[in-house]
């Protein structure tokens, strides 16, 4: 409690009369016994001033904020006095000295310049400002001219990030607007050159080795600079937007191609039609020179077998067996006589065994046996 307040409990009689405002002129009042103050009242009034100064701790820690925290894919630049310190700070949490120091946290992920014709031009006669927070930025396509003269624009994606390492040092030489002064200079640089050494019509073709030849370039250039400050991750060649007197000139190409192609195909399928009936020929060739070589050797080997038969029988014709049979012969023909007198037998000439008889009954059959 202030200390006129105690002052206040222990002033005399005198002090209740006053010469400001007439108190002279009032009776005397009874004098008041005196009272102390309550001790709560005493210790908050000697503590009052660390109050005050808690209070104003706190103010100042709000107001000034002397830390930050960063985050991953972050880094932050602490600058003294307006100088930049070499190593960046890491993730997690930082104090500084207000008002002496400051912190500047930088994004160091992978962020991407998409040079695209959906970008208005009165964006890009504005001085388009290089900035996103998302890490995804909107710029004009690019425009170039090839080997002809001819005017080619390109849509091209670029991913890069920014190396943590480097970060106090890009930012003391480039500031804030590195991207701006860094990659989209180079790209464009980089993106008319490439293009510069090919022929329109050659483009759509080659895209891939265009894509390959950016790529190579723009690392080449921004490892170049002091310290190498970007990291290049990705080049994506997403459109080549040719002259109208070119793109037709190509589809021209194209429709020939493809009907050279039909024709080609049609001749293989002629071709491949033929083949497959020749091979039919030949197949039914071979099959009847086959069936028929097979019928020849089968009468071939039946002739060979028959003949080795005769050789066989011959063999065993002796001058008895011919007897045997002779007699054997002769009793059949006693036998036919006995049966038909008037049969009339031949015999073979040089008196050999007789092979036939006829019935002299039937004369017209005697007649033609005759005749």
């Known amino acids: 409690m202030p200390a006129d307040l105690n002052d206040y409990f222990n002033k005399g009689k005198g002090n209740n009369g006053g010469s ?50 960063i985050n991953s894919g972050e880094v932050g630049i602490k600058a003294t006095a307006g100088k930049y310190e070499k190593d960046p700070l890491r993730p997690g949490l930082h104090f500084f000295v207000p008002f002496l120091q400051e912190v500047m946290v930088v994004d160091t992920k992978v962020r991407s310049i998409n040079y695209t014709r959906n970008v208005g031009h009165d964006m890009a006669s504005k001085g388009y400002r290089m900035s996103g927070a998302s890490g995804v930025i909107n710029v004009p396509s690019i425009s170039a001219l090839d080997a002809r003269g001819l005017l ?163 063999e065993s014709l002796t001058s008895e067996m011919l007897q045997l049979k002779q007699i054997e012969v002769q009793g059949q023909f006693n036998q036919a006589l006995s049966v038909n007198k008037n049969a009339q037998i031949f015999l073979t000439p040089g008196g050999s065994t007789p092979n036939i008889w006829v019935d002299s009954k039937s004369k017209s059959k005697a007649t033609a046996v005759k005749q």
């Open 20 to 69: 400001g405002g007439g108190g002279g002129d009032r009776p005397n009042r009874p004098q008041r016994p005196k009272k102390d103050a309550p001790q709560f009242l005493n210790d908050f009034g000697k503590k009052t001033g660390w109050l005050y100064a808690l209070i104003g701790l706190i103010a100042l820690l709000v107001i000034a904020k002397p830390f930050v925290v």
């Open 152 to 314: 080619i624009s390109m849509d091209i994606t670029v991913q890069y990030r920014l190396k943590p390492d480097t970060a106090p040092q890009t930012i003391a030489t480039y500031g804030t607007s590195w991207e701006e002064k860094i990659i989209n200079p180079i790209v464009r640089d980089v993106v008319r050159n490439v293009v510069g050494s090919y022929k329109a019509e050659e483009l759509p073709i080659k895209r891939n080795d265009i894509a390959e030849a950016i790529k190579i370039s723009i690392e080449k250039q921004i490892s170049a600079k002091t310290g190498a400050p970007v990291q290049l991750s990705t080049v994506n060649l997403r459109e080549i937007v040719l002259p109208p007197k070119i793109v037709e000139q190509i589809e021209r190409v194209q429709i020939a191609k493809q009907e050279g192609d039909r024709v080609q195909l049609e001749v293989l399928r002629a071709k491949q039609e033929a083949e497959k009936k020749a091979a039919l020929a030949q197949g039914d060739a071979d099959a009847k020179k086959i069936r028929a070589q097979g019928t020849a050797d089968a009468i071939k080997i039946e002739a060979e077998a028959k003949a080795f038969e005769n050789i066989k029988i011959g």
